[in-house]
Structures are given as structure tokens and as C-alpha cells.
């Protein structure tokens, strides 16, 4: 049994396909393939059902790739272990971030973050919430960078900044002419968020009391705050925006944005590792790139903000 043989074992689960496994290890197939039944024959058992499609693991493969996984990552670890004794910013780096930050956030400090370490393959992935803690226990993120105090307990995290949370209105609706905006405003009418399991979304709708949002609930399926956007420019609803958005908006798209009454609701965005981490070297490298690309007046919580 080989490390190797771990790893296409673990392609085969992820793509539940002998052929896209194999390109994804730059292996042929039959490479691959024989590999793979070279290790079944070793252990007496079948890991995979290849009379169905798509391929998919038997029981016994289900607990064996589990425990694969487990082997990778302990032996990912002796490596990290020793790029963290020589301060090395190299190998793999795997990064979740949430959908509603990314956009904002990335072009901010990635490009440059990349250029001064050329030999660091960063990997970054949008995940909602839920799916960053598994696969941080997983072992398939390395980092993310999410906005809620995670529920699993063997995950630390340690604030980055304070992000406020703004209306945009379109110029039809009746709170367009104020000058801020107040929970009482908010109703499920013509109201644009993300569906459920999003955190942004969960956020608000708690803050704002809002009580039709079932209603108009095939109004928010559409996926991207930035769609939702473009319905409030056409001249539809109210959704809500993140503060580092802001900057991106030219200056028609800013006589759209309303600040909320005080106290304005904001999110702790925060950098989130398992607790067997090793590389803190490159963590920290990270967490400063992030916070220098961040405007000072973020970094503190305001005494006219609102935790949500």
C-alpha cells in the first residue's frame, strides 16, 4: 500500500470517474486503474462499484477511503511541519471563503499575496458556512475566512475586521427618498437575498425582524448578490450589500446605497483554522496581507454597530 494509491482512490471518490481521476493526478487511466486494483487485490476487497454510473464506493471502500483521507493528511502534516521549520512559503495552501466576501475581499490582497510568494500554490474555494467546517475537519481546507463563530469546537478563530452591512434601493421604492434605512422597512416584498444556508442571509433576516420572507421565497433563489444588483438597478426591491463592496460601485450605483439607522448592523469577519495547524509562519504572512489591504476605520467594532 502506497501514499499514491491513497490519492487516486480519493480522486476516484471525488470525481466518480476513472478517467477525470486520472487527468486530475495527470495519470492515465489504465495507470491509474491498475493501481487501484493492485491495492483491492492487496486488501481482499472491491473499494468501488464499476457496474454503475457514476462509479461510486461499496461500504467497505466508504470506510476505507475515510481512513485514506485521515493517512493523507497526517503525511501532509510531516511536510507542513518541516516547511514551518524553515519558514518555507511553498507547497499547497488550501482557502475556503464565503461567496458573500470573496468578490470584495480577494482582489484586495490575492494578486499581491501571490506575487510575493511565487512558489506558494494557493488554492481558494467559495463555500457556504456549513460546507467550510467540514471540510476543515475533512482536511480538504487547510484556512477560510467566514463570518460566524464556527460550531465545531476544534476549530479556532481569530477576528480580521468588522464589516458594516448597507441597503440598496431601488430609486422606485418608497425608501429610496430616506436618508437611512430602518428595520421597519424591511418586509419579504420585493426584498433580494441569498437562499437558505448562507450566513449573510441568515444574518439579516434575524436582525430585521423580517417576517415575509417565505412569501417571496422564489425571489431569492436567483444565487449571486451581485444579481440581485443588477434586479435593484433595473428598478426592482432592496437587497443588502457588504461595506467593502462600496468601493467597487461607481457613481450612479452609490446614490443607491442607504446606510441602516443605529444601531447599523455589521459582521466579524474572521480567519478560521483547525486546531493541528502547523503553518502559523504563512498564516501570519496571510493575515497581514489581508488586514493592510483593509481600511483602518474596520478594524475596530463601532459603538454605532451592531454585532448580527
Known amino acids: 500500500m502506497t501514499l499514491q494509491q491513497l490519492e487516486y482512490i480519493l480522486a476516484v471518490n471525488q470525481h466518480r470517474h476513472f478517467g477525470r481521476a486520472a487527468e486530475h493526478c495527470h495519470v492515465t487511466q489504465p495507470t491509474l486503474s491498475a493501481m487501484i486494483q493492485k491495492l483491492e487485490e492487496e486488501l481482499g476487497v472491491k473499494l468501488f462499484d464499476r457496474n454503475v454510473q457514476p462509479v461510486c464506493p461499496t461500504s467497505i471502500g466508504e470506510r476505507i477511503i475515510d481512513q485514506a483521507r485521515q493517512v493523507l493528511n497526517q503525511s501532509a502534516h510531516i511536510r507542513e511541519i518541516v516547511d514551518e521549520e524553515k519558514g518555507a512559503m511553498i507547497g499547497t495552501f488550501r482557502l475556503g471563503i464565503l461567496p458573500t466576501i470573496a468578490p470584495y475581499l480577494l482582489p484586495r490582497f490575492y494578486p499581491h499575496f501571490l506575487e510575493l510568494y511565487p512558489k506558494l500554490d494557493v488554492q481558494v474555494s467559495e463555500m457556504k458556512s456549513a460546507d467550510i467546517e467540514l471540510a476543515l475537519e475533512k482536511g480538504d481546507l487547510?484556512?477560510?475566512?467566514?463570518?460566524?463563530?464556527?460550531?465545531?469546537?476544534?476549530?479556532?478563530?481569530?477576528?480580521?475586521?468588522?464589516?458594516?452591512?448597507?441597503?440598496?434601493?431601488?430609486?422606485?421604492?418608497?425608501?429610496?427618498?430616506?436618508?437611512?434605512?430602518?428595520?421597519?422597512?424591511?418586509?419579504?416584498?420585493?426584498?433580494?437575498?441569498?437562499?437558505?444556508g448562507h450566513c449573510f442571509r441568515d444574518q439579516l433576516v434575524k436582525f430585521c425582524h423580517i417576517k415575509g420572507v417565505q412569501d417571496s421565497r422564489k425571489a431569492y433563489r436567483l444565487g449571486s448578490m451581485e444579481t440581485f444588483m443588477r434586479m435593484v438597478e433595473s428598478g426592482r426591491g432592496v437587497t443588502i450589500i457588504p461595506e467593502l463592496?462600496?468601493?467597487?460601485?461607481?457613481?450612479?450605483?452609490?446614490?443607491?446605497?442607504?446606510?441602516?439607522?443605529v444601531p447599523r448592523p455589521a459582521r466579524e469577519v474572521r480567519l478560521v483554522i483547525p486546531a493541528d495547524f502547523v503553518r502559523h509562519t504563512l498564516l501570519g504572512h496571510l493575515k497581514r496581507e489581508i488586514i493592510s489591504s483593509i481600511p483602518n476605520e474596520m478594524m475596530q467594532l463601532k459603538n454605532t454597530q451592531y454585532l448580527v
Open 245 to 261: 463592496s462600496l468601493s467597487q460601485l461607481n457613481t450612479c450605483q452609490q446614490e443607491l446605497v442607504r446606510p441602516f439607522a
Open 142 to 196: 487547510d484556512a477560510a475566512i467566514i463570518a460566524t463563530q464556527p460550531e465545531n469546537k476544534q476549530l479556532i478563530a481569530e477576528p480580521l475586521f468588522y464589516e458594516e452591512f448597507y441597503g440598496y434601493v431601488s430609486t422606485l421604492e418608497p425608501v429610496f427618498k430616506e436618508k437611512v434605512i430602518r428595520t421597519s422597512d424591511i418586509t419579504g416584498k420585493h426584498l433580494w437575498l441569498l437562499d437558505e
